[in-house]
T-cell receptor, first 115, second 112 residues
Framework: ETGVTQTPRHLVMGMTNKKSLKCEQH?????MYWYKQSAKKPLELMFV???????ENNSVPSRFSPECPNSSHLFLHLHTLQPEDSALYLC??????????????FGPGTRLTVT | SQQGEEDPQALSIQEGENATMNCSYK?????LQWYRQNSGRGLVHLIL?????REKHSGRLRVTLDTSKKSSSLLITASRAADTASYFC????????????FGRGTQLTVWP
């Protein structure tokens, strides 16, 4: 888990708050991902960044705003969230090269509770 | 859905027994991966099997892949209490962009 770090590990926020989740990878990878994990549901891919460019946005509400300033850092900015957004948010990275395969390395996650 | 689906949803065994988890998927793949997640933590990559491979071993783990049936199995031999975790299969659905599709996972509990 030390290859990908996430802060904070736990976050409780009100529906009107603005907060940010941070992810940093120390593996020299060129792709980073945000996932949402809710109870009893498959892991939901939210955003994909390859070489700092967003390549995928899976119909995520605009109250989630990603930012990837460089290939090592990824942020998820949160504002006016809903209680159903409470979940474990996982960051992952991988080295995407021609032909693959692509193992993903995950951070420990941020447990988010929206009150 | 392109996601893998694990079966069973939950499995409870005694230490020393073998644990077998299955995964089915719907699309063509380049490779299939298995991940493990301890409660409330990040996922850890366990093993990857390519579409042209039928079986792979890593320590106490054995993975099989049957692309004609679009299914895979993960066998953990001589299980230990420390193996208690959720296990997920993930496929690339033929993508070369690094995207993975995960299932809901199998919750394995190993009793001492």
């Amino acid at each position: 888990e030390t290859g990908v770090t996430q802060t904070p590990r736990h976050l409780v926020m009100g529906m009107t708050n603005k907060k940010s989740l941070k992810c940093e990878q120390h593996l020299g990878h060129n792709a980073m991902y945000w996932y949402k994990q809710s109870a009893k549901k498959p892991l939901e891919l939210m955003f994909v960044y390859n070489f700092k460019e967003q390549t995928e946005n899976n119909s995520v509400p605009s109250r989630f705003s990603p930012e990837c300033p460089n290939s090592s850092h990824l942020f998820l900015h949160l504002h006016t969230l809903q209680p159903e957004d409470s979940a474990l948010y996982l960051c992952a990275s991988s080295q995407v090269t021609s032909g693959g395969p692509y193992e993903q390395y995950f951070g420990p996650g941020t447990r988010l509770t929206v009150t | 859905s392109q996601q893998g689906e694990e079966d069973p949803q939950a499995l409870s065994i005694q230490e020393g027994e073998n644990a077998t988890m299955n995964c089915s998927y719907k699309t063509s793949i380049n490779n299939l991966q298995w991940y493990r997640q301890n409660s409330g933590r990040g996922l850890v990559h366990l093993i990857l099997i390519r579409s042209n491979e039928r079986e792979k071993h890593s320590g106490r783990l054995r993975v099989t892949l049957d692309t004609s049936k679009k299914s895979s199995s993960l066998l953990i031999t001589a299980s230990r209490a420390a193996d208690t975790a959720s296990y997920f299969c993930a496929t690339d659905a033929g993508s070369t962009l690094g995207r993975l599709y995960f299932g809901r996972g199998t919750q394995l509990t190993v009793w001492p």
